[in-house]
């Protein structure tokens, strides 16, 4: 019985996530248009690129470790919800315990590791490579 409510809870918690609305800017008058003509106009002054044309190999590479790195954070919520459920199905086994609060700590410390690797790569990208 309580596999069956574990499992029905999850997948009730699935599919809400599943079914987060996306929002999509249809027409040209709508506000986040607006929003989105002023912030081109204003990186346009900054001296930004703002043609989606044009892509610079700084740009590629930037999307591309920047979408690593969020894989990398996706990552750690999976470990420590993994590890979390470990904790609490370990009903006070010793080894359980163990192996679940190593995990956790394993899975810090990649945070930390891809937080910091994160702060290098920005602060590489917006002041040398860009400048």
Same mark, same amino acid.
């Given at each position: 019985?309580?596999? @069956?409510? #574990?499992?029905?809870? %999850?997948? *009730?918690?699935?599919? /809400?996530?599943?079914?987060?609305?996306?929002?999509?800017? !249809?027409?040209?008058?709508?506000?986040?248009?607006?929003?989105?003509?002023?912030?081109?106009?204003?990186?346009?002054?900054?001296?930004?690129?703002?043609?989606?044309?044009?892509?610079?190999?700084?740009?590629? @590479?930037? #999307?591309?470790?920047? %979408?690593? *790195?969020?894989?990398? /954070?996706?990552?750690?919520?999976?470990?420590?919800?993994? !590890?979390?459920?470990?904790?609490?199905?370990?009903?006070?086994?010793?080894?359980?315990?163990?192996?679940?609060?190593?995990?956790?700590?394993?899975?810090?410390?990649?945070?930390?590791?891809?937080?910091?690797?994160?702060?290098?790569?920005?602060?590489?990208?917006?002041?040398?490579?860009?400048?």
């Amino acid at each position: 019985m309580k596999k @069956i409510i #574990t499992a029905a809870i %999850a997948s *009730l918690f699935l599919c /809400g996530l599943l079914s987060a609305p996306v929002n999509v800017a !249809a027409q040209t008058d709508a506000p986040e248009n607006k929003l989105l003509n002023r912030l081109t106009n204003v990186a346009k002054e900054g001296g930004f690129q703002t043609d989606a044309n044009v892509a610079s190999t700084p740009i590629i @590479i930037g #999307t591309i470790i920047g %979408a690593f *790195l969020g894989f990398l /954070g996706i990552t750690f919520i999976v470990i420590m919800i993994i !590890a979390g459920f470990g904790y609490m199905r370990a009903r006070g086994n010793e080894e359980e315990i163990k192996k679940a609060v190593a995990s956790i700590r394993e899975a810090i410390i990649g945070l930390v590791i891809s937080m910091s690797a994160y702060a290098v790569w920005n602060f590489i990208f917006r002041n040398l490579i860009i400048k």
